[in-house]
C-alpha cells in the first residue's frame, strides 16, 4: 500500500495516533457511527461499549466499501465528556488495537455539547485509502 505516516523530526511522537498520513488509493468515507447495533438500538449508556460497537459499526461499513481497518487514514472522534474519555483510554486503547489494529492514523478528537443521537456518548467518522492494485 501507498500509506506514509507524517511524523516530522524532533517532534515528540503522538500517542496512538500520526501527526498526518500520506495515502494513495481509492476513497472510503465511513459517516459518523455511534455505538448502537444494526437495528439502530443502543446496548448501553455507558462510552466505552458504544466505542466498542462503534468501532464495530465501522469495520462493517468498511467492509461493505472493500475496505479494512488498515485502510484507515483518518478518525475523527467526537465524545460528550472528554474527562470520560480520557479516563477509559486504556480501555479504549485495548479495543482499538483489537478492532482497528496498532497502525497509526492521523486522528482528532473533539468535546462537543451534543450529538444527533440522545443515547450516544460518542460518535466517530473514517476516511480510509484502499491501495490501488
Known sequence: MSLQTLLPAGWPRPKGYANGVTARGRM??????????????????ELVPQVEQALRNIVAVLAEGGAKPEHIVRMTWYVLDKRAYIEAWPQIGRLFRELIGSYNAAMTAVEVSGLMEDQAQVEIEVTAMVPDE
Open 28 to 45: 472510503v468515507f465511513v459517516a459518523g457511527m455511534v455505538g448502537w447495533d444494526e437495528q439502530g438500538r443502543f446496548h448501553s449508556t
